[in-house]
Protein backbone atom coordinates (compact mmCIF):
# COMPACT_ATOMS: atom_id res chain seq x y z
CA UNK A 1 0.00 0.00 0.00
CA UNK A 2 2.50 2.05 0.85
CA UNK A 3 4.32 1.89 -2.95
CA UNK A 4 1.06 2.74 -4.25
CA UNK A 5 0.59 6.12 -2.10
CA UNK A 6 3.86 7.24 -3.34
CA UNK A 7 3.64 5.88 -7.30
CA UNK A 8 0.59 8.57 -7.26
CA UNK A 9 2.04 11.02 -5.15
CA UNK A 10 -0.59 11.19 -2.16
CA UNK A 11 0.04 11.64 1.45
CA UNK A 12 -1.33 9.73 4.27
CA UNK A 13 -2.27 10.88 7.81
CA UNK A 14 -2.68 8.28 10.40
CA UNK A 15 -5.58 8.93 13.21
CA UNK A 16 -5.96 8.10 16.59
CA UNK A 17 -8.05 5.05 17.82
CA UNK A 18 -9.53 7.69 19.93
CA UNK A 19 -9.79 10.44 17.39
CA UNK A 20 -12.19 8.52 15.05
CA UNK A 21 -13.59 12.27 13.94
CA UNK A 22 -10.22 13.00 12.08
CA UNK A 23 -11.29 10.25 9.86
CA UNK A 24 -14.91 12.52 9.36
CA UNK A 25 -14.46 13.69 5.38
CA UNK A 26 -13.57 9.36 4.37
CA UNK A 27 -15.94 8.39 6.36
CA UNK A 28 -18.92 10.20 5.39
CA UNK A 29 -17.87 9.70 1.50
CA UNK A 30 -17.67 6.03 2.44
CA UNK A 31 -21.21 5.95 3.89
CA UNK A 32 -22.56 8.12 0.77
CA UNK A 33 -21.33 5.46 -1.87
CA UNK A 34 -22.93 2.82 0.77
CA UNK A 35 -26.62 4.37 0.43
CA UNK A 36 -26.39 4.64 -3.58
CA UNK A 37 -25.12 1.20 -3.25
CA UNK A 38 -27.73 0.12 -1.30
CA UNK A 39 -30.28 1.43 -3.14
CA UNK A 40 -28.92 0.60 -6.96
CA UNK A 41 -28.72 -2.90 -5.37
CA UNK A 42 -32.26 -3.16 -4.45
CA UNK A 43 -33.88 -1.21 -7.26
CA UNK A 44 -31.72 -3.59 -10.05
CA UNK A 45 -32.30 -6.63 -8.13
CA UNK A 46 -28.49 -7.29 -8.60
CA UNK A 47 -26.97 -10.61 -7.23
CA UNK A 48 -24.36 -11.42 -9.29
CA UNK A 49 -20.90 -10.43 -8.53
CA UNK A 50 -19.88 -9.17 -12.03
CA UNK A 51 -22.90 -7.00 -11.87
CA UNK A 52 -21.61 -5.25 -8.48
CA UNK A 53 -18.71 -5.09 -10.09
CA UNK A 54 -19.99 -2.84 -12.63
CA UNK A 55 -22.33 -1.40 -10.26
CA UNK A 56 -19.87 -0.06 -8.18
CA UNK A 57 -17.72 1.01 -11.09
CA UNK A 58 -20.80 3.26 -12.15
CA UNK A 59 -21.57 4.57 -8.79
CA UNK A 60 -18.16 5.88 -8.15
CA UNK A 61 -17.60 7.68 -11.44
CA UNK A 62 -20.90 9.17 -10.96
CA UNK A 63 -20.15 10.56 -7.41
CA UNK A 64 -17.10 11.79 -8.68
CA UNK A 65 -19.00 13.76 -11.43
CA UNK A 66 -21.13 15.17 -9.21
CA UNK A 67 -20.09 18.79 -8.49
CA UNK A 68 -18.87 19.31 -4.84
CA UNK A 69 -19.30 22.44 -2.40
CA UNK A 70 -16.25 24.55 -5.02
CA UNK A 71 -18.56 24.17 -8.47
CA UNK A 72 -16.38 21.27 -9.33
CA UNK A 73 -16.68 17.99 -9.76
CA UNK A 74 -13.66 15.67 -8.84
CA UNK A 75 -12.28 13.83 -11.86
CA UNK A 76 -12.21 18.03 -12.86
CA UNK A 77 -10.28 18.69 -9.76
CA UNK A 78 -7.68 16.09 -10.26
CA UNK A 79 -7.10 15.81 -13.85
CA UNK A 80 -7.23 19.63 -14.48
CA UNK A 81 -9.86 19.53 -17.18
CA UNK A 82 -13.56 19.17 -18.00
CA UNK A 83 -15.27 15.60 -17.74
Same mark, same amino acid.
Request: hydrophobic residues 45%; charged residues 20%; aromatic residues 4%.
Given at each position: /?? *?? %? $? ?11 ? #? ?16 ? /?? *?? %? $? ?11 ? #? ?28
Amino acid at each position: /MA *AL %I $QRFGMTTRVAPAK #APWQNAMCKRHGAVLAEI /MT *AT %I $QSAQIEEAADMEL #AGHAITSAKNLSAGRYGTCSRTRVFIREA
